[in-house]
C-alpha cells in the first residue's frame, strides 16, 4: 500500500497523468479533503426552542482542479492541450479520478473545462482549470481488497477419514482483462501496432489479441490495465505468444498510466507455437504499476499473437487463471476486474470443512459497502455481519455453476452478473457494511439434495472507504 502523504503528488485520470514528472503540474485543488455539503434531515420543534434533529447525510462532490500546461515547444503546447481536450469529454458515466501517490479514488464526472488562451504566455506555457463532479461523494482506496470463505452446512456431514495433501496457495492475477474474451476493454495499443481480436485462434477460451507491426517502427503490443502494484512489490509478469518467426525479442514494458517505469527482456519465442514468456519486476520506490505491456520487436508487416496475461505478486510463476478457470472467480465484473484461484487444502471435509467466516479490514472512517459474490451449489444461503449483527437471506437456490452478485450500496441482486432477482431477498433482512477497521462475516446455507458436498463459495470485494 503507498504511505499518505500530504503532498498531492501524481493524479490520473483516463490514460493522462497529472503531476511531478508529467507536463501537467498540479497549481491547485480543491474539494478532495473538504466535506461536501451535508443533507440534514432536522426539523423545527413546534412551539419550542430548537430542533428535532435526524441523521446527516453529505450531497455530492465537487473538485476543483487547476493544472500549468508545460510544453518544450508552442507546437507540443498545442498538442498537451488537444491530448487535455480529449481527455475531459462529457461522459455518460463516472471514471475513476486515482490520487496515485495518496491512494485514493473518487468516481467523477467533468462538469466544467476552462482552458483560457494568453498570446502573452502561450509560447510554452499554459493553464487549465478543471471541475469534475462526483455523484457518490467517498473517497476509495486504490486497492479492491477481497476475502472469501466457503459456506458453513451443518447438514451436509464430515467424511472421515481426515487426508492432509499440503496447502495450494490462493491466487491472485491483477490483470483486469487477461485473455480478451469478450472484448479489448482495459487494453491499448502499445507503440507501433494495429491489433483486433480473433477467435480463430487462442491459448485460453476462444479469442485472442492478433498484432500487425505498423510501417517505420521497431515493435509494438498491448498494454494491459491491471490492479495497481505500489513500490516495493514484485511481481511476475507472463503472457502467451505465437509470432511468425520475422521478429527478434519479446519484452515486457511495466508502467505507470502514460509513463513507461522499466522495461525487461522476455527473450525470442519459438516461431509458429504458443509459448509462454515471463520476466520479473520490482515497483521502484516513489512509483506505482497500473499497466504491463507485452510487445515483440519485429519487420513491418509482422503479425503475432498474444493471450493470457498473467501479473502475480511474488517471484513464483504459476499456472495461468483468470475468473472462467476451474476453482476461479472474478473479483467483481467478469473480464474487467481481476481473478482469484480459490484453491483446496488437500482436506476431504465434505461441506463442513470450514467455518463459514471470513475477516474483512475496512482501513477508511467511513462504511464501505461490499459486493457479494455467491457461487453454487447452495440453498437458502445467509450472509450474517457478526460484528454489527444482522443477517442478509435469500429465499433462493443456486445450482452447481451459477453464481449471484449482490451489490449492497444499489441493493441489486444479479443472477449470473445479469439477471434481477431482487425478490430472493427475505423480508427484515440487513444489508451488511462493513464498518471502519476488522468486519466478522459468516457465511451459511443449506446442502442441495442429493450433493455429496458443500462447496459454495462467498467472495467479498470491497475498498477502504471514507468522507
Not at 241 to 250: E, S
Not at 375 to 398: H, K, S
Request: glycine share 10%; aromatic share 8%; charged share 20%.
Amino acid at each position: 500500500m503507498t504511505m499518505p502523504q500530504q503532498a498531492i503528488g501524481r493524479i490520473q485520470w483516463g490514460d493522462l497523468v497529472f503531476g511531478p514528472g508529467t507536463p501537467y503540474t498540479v497549481t491547485a485543488l480543491d474539494g478532495l479533503d473538504d466535506l461536501p455539503e451535508i443533507r440534514s434531515e432536522d426539523m423545527e420543534r413546534p412551539q419550542q426552542h430548537g430542533d428535532y434533529t435526524g441523521p446527516d447525510f453529505t450531497g455530492p462532490r465537487t473538485i476543483n482542479l487547476k493544472l500549468g500546461i508545460r510544453g518544450e515547444t508552442p507546437d507540443h503546447l498545442r498538442k498537451l492541450t488537444l491530448a487535455l481536450q480529449a481527455a475531459t469529454q462529457p461522459g455518460v458515466r463516472p471514471a475513476q479520478l486515482q490520487f496515485l501517490d495518496q491512494n485514493r479514488l473518487v468516481w467523477a464526472k467533468v462538469r466544467r473545462r476552462a482552458i483560457p488562451y494568453d498570446a502573452e504566455y502561450l509560447w510554452r506555457i499554459g493553464d487549465a482549470t478543471l471541475q469534475l463532479y462526483c455523484a457518490d461523494p467517498y473517497l476509495y482506496g486504490l486497492e479492491e481488497k477481497a476475502a472469501w470463505t466457503a459456506a458453513y452446512s451443518p447438514s451436509a456431514g464430515r467424511t472421515y477419514p481426515l487426508v492432509y495433501g499440503g496447502p495450494v496457495p490462493l491466487l491472485r492475477n491483477r490483470v483486469l482483462n487477461p485473455s480478451a474474451e469478450v472484448d479489448l476493454s482495459n487494453t491499448q495499443v502499445y507503440s507501433g501496432a494495429t491489433r483486433d481480436r480473433i477467435t480463430s485462434d487462442a491459448r485460453y477460451g476462444t479469442a485472442s489479441i492478433r498484432h500487425v507491426q505498423q510501417a517505420g517502427t521497431t515493435f509494438g503490443g498491448t498494454r494491459y490495465s491491471i490492479a495497481p502494484a505500489a513500490a516495493g512489490t514484485t511481481v511476475t509478469a507472463s503472457v502467451w505468444v505465437k509470432t511468425d518467426g520475422a521478429g527478434t525479442t519479446a519484452f515486457f514494458a511495466f508502467r505507470s498510466a502514460s509513463a513507461t517505469l522499466d522495461v525487461a527482456s522476455a527473450g525470442t519465442p519459438t516461431p509458429g507455437q504458443w509459448e509462454r514468456v515471463s520476466v520479473q519486476y520490482t515497483v521502484p520506490a516513489g512509483q506505482t504499476c497500473t499497466e504491463v505491456a507485452i510487445a515483440y520487436n519485429a519487420p513491418t508487416g509482422a503479425t503475432w499473437l498474444a493471450d493470457a496475461m498473467m501479473v502475480e505478486t511474488g517471484t513464483v510463476l504459476h499456472d495461468y487463471i483468470d475468473g472462467d478457470q476451474p476453482l476461479c472467480t472474478w473479483e467483481t465484473v467478469p473480464h474487467a476486474s481481476p481473478s482469484r484461484l480459490h484453491g483446496t487444502t488437500g482436506r476431504s471435509y465434505g461441506a463442513q470443512g470450514t467455518s463459514g467466516r471470513v475477516t474483512a479490514l475496512n482501513e477508511g472512517a467511513a462504511d464501505a459497502y461490499p459486493v457479494l459474490r455467491l457461487d453454487g451449489p447452495i440453498a437458502t444461503p445467509a450472509i450474517e455481519q457478526v460484528t454489527t449483527g444482522g443477517i442478509l437471506a435469500l429465499d433462493a437456490t443456486v445450482q452447481a455453476n451459477e453464481y449471484l452478485i449482490i451489490d449492497t450500496r444499489s441493493r441489486a441482486v444479479l443472477l449470473m452478473g445479469t439477471s434481477p432477482r431482487r425478490t430472493w431477498v427475505r423480508a427484515g433482512s440487513t444489508w451488511p457494511v462493513l464498518k471502519p477497521g476488522t468486519n466478522e462475516i459468516a457465511y451459511r446455507g443449506g446442502a442441495l439434495p442429493g450433493a455429496t458436498d458443500q462447496s459454495s463459495l462467498l467472495t467479498i470485494t470491497w475498498r477502504d472507504t471514507s468522507l
